[in-house]
């Protein structure tokens, strides 16, 4: 998610029963561990993701995500 967050920032998460376009989130993927990464939208009820880096590809955008796998949204 660089340049928005670096290498070794902390970040505060909360819980939301609802997420939206543009909400930085952190997922727990079991291959990778806890990323983060902003929502670019919906498709039938799945989330799709970006990173806020242009120069870098994540296969995390590639697929499409469940809310339940939203540990929580990036408050500050």
Known sequence: MNPTYKDGDI???DSFPNYFKDD???LKMPEL????KR???FNRGLIILRGDNK???SSVC???HRKQDIFGKVVS
Do not use: N, P
């Open 24 to 26: 930085v989130v952190v």
């Open 55 to 57: 120069k870098l590809h």
């Open 62 to 64: 590639d697929q499409l």
């Open 33 to 36: 561990g806890y990323v983060i």
């Open 39 to 41: 929502i670019e939208g």
């Open 11 to 13: 970040v505060e998460i």
